[in-house]
T-cell receptor, first 115, second 113 residues
């Protein structure tokens, strides 16, 4: 069964360092997302991406964040200068189409710990 | 403003019990509704979509009341494997229906033998 894969599963980084979280969406999907979940809190939307550009971003997704689809398969989230409060589980998701009930498939997540 | 609100629980029930979860959403423009399941430190996985007419999938029944902006999930004959956090999720589509998913904080369920 096709799945969204994320690497690494766990990343520890020092405050102020740049991190890149990687995702390989399901191959025929067209819509891509990043969500995050701080421990004990709800899953929060960060950004959606379609046709090689950002479709929507939340207030969390400030200038420190960027996304890229550098080739036909990878979808990355970069945090330029990490802060302690960026520590969270980051989930990538993808959808094949635009139907209201089209399922979003989530990757297993990258746990980011900023120390 | 909380887009999606759920009772956080926890709900602790014996095997075989029936348990119901409730959820309210604030945006009347919400277009589609879901229940996701999340196991500890894992990704959310779609349990079922929630349609206007209500729908059932085996032991799971979901209901939607648009007038009250209320969504429910009923689990009958609970199994140990149902232990998880249940997330109420709303899609506020914006024309292109790329709309972001809004998650509730989840309701934790533990089923004991």
């Amino acid at each position: 069964e096709p799945e969204v894969t994320q690497t690494p599963s766990h990343q520890v980084t020092q405050m102020g360092q740049e991190v890149i979280l990687r995702c390989v969406p399901i191959s025929n999907h067209l819509y891509f997302y990043w969500y995050r979940q701080i421990l004990g809190q709800k899953v929060e939307f960060l950004v959606s991406f379609y046709n090689n550009e950002i479709s929507e971003k939340s207030e969390i997704f400030d200038d420190q964040f960027s996304v890229e689809r550098p080739d036909g398969s990878n979808f990355t989230l970069k945090i330029r200068s990490t802060k302690l409060e960026d520590s969270a589980m980051y989930f990538c998701a993808s959808r094949p189409g635009t139907g209201r009930y089209t399922e979003a498939f989530f990757g297993q997540g990258t746990r980011l710990t900023v120390v | 403003r909380k887009e999606v609100e759920q009772d956080p629980g926890p709900f602790n029930v014996p095997e075989g019990a029936t348990v119901a979860f409730n959820c309210t959403y604030s945006n009347s423009a919400s277009q589609s509704f879901f229940w996701y399941r999340q196991d500890c430190r894992k990704e959310p996985k779609l349990l079922m979509s929630v349609y206007s007419s209500g729908n059932e999938d085996g032991r799971f029944t979901a209901q939607l009341n648009r007038a009250s902006q209320y969504i429910s999930l009923l689990i009958r004959d609970s199994k140990l494997s149902d232990s998880a956090t249940y997330l109420c999720v709303v899609n506020i589509g914006r024309g292109s229906t790329l709309g972001r998913l809004y998650f509730g904080r989840g309701t934790q369920l533990t089923v004991w033998p």
